[in-house]
């Protein structure tokens, strides 16, 4: 399923001209290119190539770093998040493993679409993320703002592991 934007797009795209429809295409190409390339991606290749043969306590300790880490921001920044662990008598700083999700209450698909609604995001973006969806087999696709970091980092995994 598209958001509103994504069709006006469509639509406007169908109606251009070929020469315009290839203009169009060519940045799209060329925003999608800085977007999972940009100017960190090198880094963020480096790291995960660095990565490659860290024995699993290393790889674990590393996951559950960052884990602790995301779930306390969220804890910290969003309200709906901090409301949420409140009301689900959980400390986002205990978290600080795998092991530990299990305390976390689940977030149903509708609750993450009436999370998002109360976003106030700039229109189209902004500079440090992007909108991204899912697939929708579901039922209905969901759409979420991710940051360009997480973007860089994820095609450096895949590079990593295709390489």
């Known amino acids: 399923m598209f958001g509103v934007e994504d069709l006006d ?3 406007i795209y ?3 001209p070929i020469a315009l429809q290839q203009v169009a295409c060519s940045i799209v190409g060329w925003r999608t290119e800085r977007t999972r390339y940009g100017q960190a991606f090198h880094q963020s290749f480096t790291d995960a190539v660095s990565r490659t043969y860290w024995s ?5 300790a590393f996951r559950d770093g960052r884990l602790a880490s995301f779930v306390r921001g969220c804890g910290e ?3 709906f998040y901090r409301e949420r662990f409140r009301a689900a008598g959980v400390d986002p700083s205990e978290i600080r493993s795998l092991n530990d999700l ?6 149903t698909k509708d609750e993450a679409q009436n999370w998002l609604a109360t976003i106030d ?3 189209g973006g902004s500079r440090g993320t992007r909108m991204v969806h899912t697939s ?6 969901l759409r979420f703002p991710v940051t360009m970091a997480a973007i860089r980092e994820q095609w450096a995994l895949w590079w990593r592991y295709r390489s």
């Not at 699993?56 to 674990?60: I, K, N, S, Y």
């Open 56 to 60: 699993t306590d290393e790889v674990a």
């Open 77 to 79: 920044t969003d309200g």
């Open 121 to 123: 995001l700039p229109r």
């Open 136 to 141: 929708g087999t579901t039922g209905g696709a």
């Open 14 to 16: 169908r109606r251009l």
């Open 9 to 11: 797009r469509e639509a």
């Open 102 to 107: 299990v305390s976390l209450p689940i977030l």
